[in-house]
Structure formats: structure tokens, C-alpha cells
């Protein structure tokens, strides 16, 4: 995260110096661009895992999202982690990460909602807690995880009638 200044952005991006400080003057605003940039490039692969017709077409649904996300779209993800524990540290960043998640979430929520899940807020919570678990597995811990099963109980569970 040190690394990560206008001056690299520019450079890694093929950009003349002080571009990207024009765009974001400070380094809490470039921390919010990237998190924006993040959730405008993923939300239609989440949007495309959230149109099932059935409990499994959901769970296929998210095991393909998850692939996605620790496979193509590794680099991006492995960056959300790294901003996760960042703003642990860091109020700011943590509430452009938290915006983020509301945006995410606020897709989630009714498909869990139209499965019948008793409580979808917390439902989405789970599954919000279970991704972010699975990913720290297979990027931090190079762990192999097959993803299906944990979302698969994670999905049941969550839409079980109390």
C-alpha cells in the first residue's frame, strides 16, 4: 500500500506525470477512485450471478462468480483484500470500502429475499463473510478450495425456515 502513489499510478498507466493527480488531488481520493473503479468493473458479474430461478441455479450462479473472481479477475481481487486491511487502519478507506459493500449488497438482498430467505439482510451478510473467507483462502494461503460446497451449505442455511 506505500507504494501505491499518483506518481506510480501514472507511470504504471502510461500516463504523464501529475494526470492522476488531477483526477484525485489527494491520496484519500485516489483510495476512493480505485474503490469505485472496483465496484463499477464487478458489479455486472455479480448482477449476472444474481438472476437465478432456484436455490442451486443461485449456488452455480456464485461458485462460476467465485471462479471469476480468484481467476480472471485474481489481480483485482487480491487488491480488495490488501484495501480490506488497510482500512482497518485507515477511516476514510474504510467507508469508501463500506459504500462499496452497500452498493453490492443492495444487489444481493432481494435475490435472497425472492428465494425466501427469513432475514435476507443477514443472509447477505453471510454470504458476503463466506466470499470474502474463501478469498483470503485461495489468494493469501494459495489453499485450493472448492468453493461450491462451503456456498452451497452457506445458501441453505441462510434461506432455512426457522
Known amino acids: 500500500m506505500r507504494a501505491l502513489t499518483h506518481l506510480r499510478v501514472d507511470e504504471r498507466a502510461g500516463l504523464p506525470r501529475g494526470s492522476t493527480s488531477n483526477y484525485f488531488r489527494t491520496r484519500a481520493a485516489l483510495l476512493q477512485g480505485i ?24 449456488i452455480d450462479a456464485l461458485d462460476q462468480l467465485f471462479e471469476f473472481m480468484t481467476g480472471p479477475n485474481r489481480v483485482m481481487t487480491a487488491a480488495r483484500l490488501t484495501l480490506l486491511m488497510e482500512a482497518s487502519h485507515d477511516a476514510e478507506l474504510s467507508s469508501a470500502l463500506a459504500q462499496g459493500h452497500q452498493v453490492i449488497e443492495r444487489t444481493v438482498l432481494p435475490t435472497l429475499a425472492a428465494l425466501g430467505a427469513p432475514d435476507p439482510l443477514l443472509a447477505t451478510q453471510a454470504l458476503a463473510a463466506c466470499f470474502e473467507g474463501l478469498f483470503l483462502h485461495q489468494i493469501a494461503r494459495h489453499a485450493d478450495i472448492a468453493a461450491r460446497p462451503v456456498l452451497d451449505l452457506v445458501i441453505r442455511a441462510a434461506l432455512q425456515r426457522r
Open 35 to 58: 474503490v469505485e473503479h472496483m465496484v463499477t468493473r464487478e458489479l455486472p458479474a455479480v448482477d449476472r450471478a444474481l438472476a437465478p430461478k432456484s436455490i442451486d441455479e443461485l
